[in-house]
């Protein structure tokens, strides 16, 4: 069971080729927090660039390209349509539509070009610390994105019937079970802090788009999902380099 949940997990955040069935995803349902050892797998795959003797500038676009060959572009797509959401004027209806359509706004483009240059400025300022607190910050980050995911499919109210229907409605247990899971990342970049601050970042993070989310679009979508787990990511690359320059 929960082999089948992590390959769903895989299938779902990734794009590494081992299938997709629909055993898998219910599997994935069941055991939300197979994500987080989705997390780690893709933390220490995208991590592979900050072992390499890259000069800085080309880490941090090496950086970038990984997490695209890694994890695709589903979650980045989902940014985008929040961030048409975002831009416009209306009721909860108005702006579901707009992420619905296909066409990208400026809210889209500005929201997929902050994170774009958001990561890879986090990857420039990783290459400048000790390669085990590079490695363990993208790790961390990455299963703390993954732990917001968890975090929304528990607290999150679907808006309509769809993925996101499909993905919440999780008990508080698995909420505390992939807690459990992520715990093991704080101490990547031990002895500082700043893989803590990385998982917190990330479900503070989860908790401001949940409200945003209940408050503009009626609840939680597919879109919501991915564009947390994009947002999450960011927000931690950036809190733990502070943490870990700070202490």
Do not use: C, Q
Not at 215 to 229: C, E, H, Q, Y
């Amino acid at each position: 069971m929960v082999l089948t949940a992590v390959r769903g997990a895989l299938g779902f955040l990734t794009r590494l080729p081992i299938g997709r069935t629909e055993e898998a995803w219910l599997a994935l349902g069941e055991a939300p927090a197979a994500m987080i050892l989705a997390g780690y797998v893709v933390g220490g795959l995208v991590a592979i660039p900050f072992v390499l003797p890259l000069p800085t500038v080309t880490l941090g676009l090496a950086y970038v390209v990984s997490l695209v060959a890694v994890s695709g572009i589903t979650h980045l797509d989902g940014l985008a349509d929040l961030g048409d959401a975002a831009a416009v004027h209306g009721e909860p209806d108005h702006r579901r539509d707009v992420m619905g359509d296909s066409s990208l706004g400026v809210g889209g483009t500005v929201a997929v070009a902050v994170d774009v240059a958001g990561l890879a400025l986090a990857g420039v300022a990783l290459a400048g610390l000790p390669i085990r607190a590079a490695l363990g910050l993208v790790v961390a980050s990455e299963v703390g994105a993954k732990l917001s995911m968890v975090a929304l499919s528990v607290l999150g109210r679907a808006a309509h019937e769809g993925l996101g229907s499909s993905l919440t409605g999780a008990r508080p247990r698995h909420l505390v079970g992939a807690g459990a899971l992520a715990a093991p990342a704080v101490v990547l970049a031990w002895p500082t802090v700043a893989g803590a601050v990385s998982l917190a970042t990330t479900l503070a993070v989860a908790l401001g788009i949940r409200w945003w989310a209940r408050a503009r679009i009626g609840g939680v979508t597919g879109d919501v999902f991915g564009a947390t787990n994009e947002l999450a990511r960011l927000a931690a690359l950036h809190a733990g380099v502070i943490a870990w320059t700070l202490s």
